[in-house]
């Protein structure tokens, strides 16, 4: 199967998911995770219309993503991997979306950032749902407490929340409990599900899916 097939395939089984979730048309948008893929390989995507990218590493994306942006229109980056505070200054240069702020360092860096460079990219705040000691992200208990210092201390837009459920579980509670969180902290977006649990996450009200394998194939 093509890349464009494989595409074509994830677009349409989102729609159908949603659909059969009582979800309106476009309600779930795709992340396509090209991550380890080179600029040759993610241009077939592009060529095919698709507009949303996620990638995990700020330098990584550096080195492919300003030639593509450049080359097509409306292109949106995401920011899907953790970063650090002194890479806080590249990711607001060229992310549209940073889906990993999970602690106070990189909630202020980002703030600074954006202030200086007049560019705001949307933010989400990761939030590590199993409580898992090698994952980033802001355990759930605090997580409503940070989305209000984000944006009372900081002026922050956090759009939403984003999670990455432990590989060896059922993700089904860890996206119930970020749409808990999200509610509680009066947050509409939901960044989550990957090419395994997609179409659960979507059951559970996932805003934005991030496929990565399902369409770019093995890394
Ligand atoms: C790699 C990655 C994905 C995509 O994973 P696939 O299993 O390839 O779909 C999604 N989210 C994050 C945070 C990732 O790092």
């Not at 979800?23 to 991550?35: E, H, I, P």
């Not at 590493?57 to 505070?85: C, F, M, N, T």
């Not at 200054?89 to 703030?111: H, M």
């Not at 407490?145 to 459920?165: H, K, Q, W, Y």
Request: negative net charge; hydrophobic residues 40%.
């Amino acid at each position: 199967m093509t890349l464009q097939a494989r595409l074509a395939e994830v677009l349409q089984t989102i729609d159908k998911v949603a659909a059969k979730s009582g979800r309106r048309q476009g309600d779930v948008q795709l992340v396509a995770v090209s991550k380890t893929f080179d600029a040759e390989q993610i241009r077939p995507a592009l060529e095919a219309g698709q507009r949303v990218f996620g990638e995990n590493r700020v330098q990584e994306s550096q080195a492919k993503w300003p030639e593509l942006k450049a080359a097509y229109d409306g292109v949106e980056l995401h920011l899907i991997g953790p970063l650090q505070s002194n890479k806080a200054e590249d990711a607001v240069a060229l992310f549209d979306v940073i889906e990993t702020v999970d602690r106070e360092k990189i909630a202020r860096a980002l703030a600074k950032e954006i202030a200086r460079q007049e560019r705001k990219p949307r933010l989400y705040v990761q939030v590590n749902t199993g409580l898992e000691p090698q994952k980033a992200g802001i355990a759930p208990d605090d997580t409503v407490a940070f989305v209000n210092f984000c944006r009372d201390e900081l002026s922050l837009d956090i759009e939403g929340l984003m999670c990455i459920p432990p590989a060896d579980e059922n993700p089904g509670p860890h996206f119930a409990l970020l749409s808990k969180l999200a509610k509680q902290a009066g947050l509409e977006k939901l960044s989550m599900g990957m090419s395994s649990d997609y179409e659960t996450a979507i059951e559970f009200g996932a805003t934005s899916v991030r496929v990565g394998s399902a369409i770019f194939g093995h890394r």
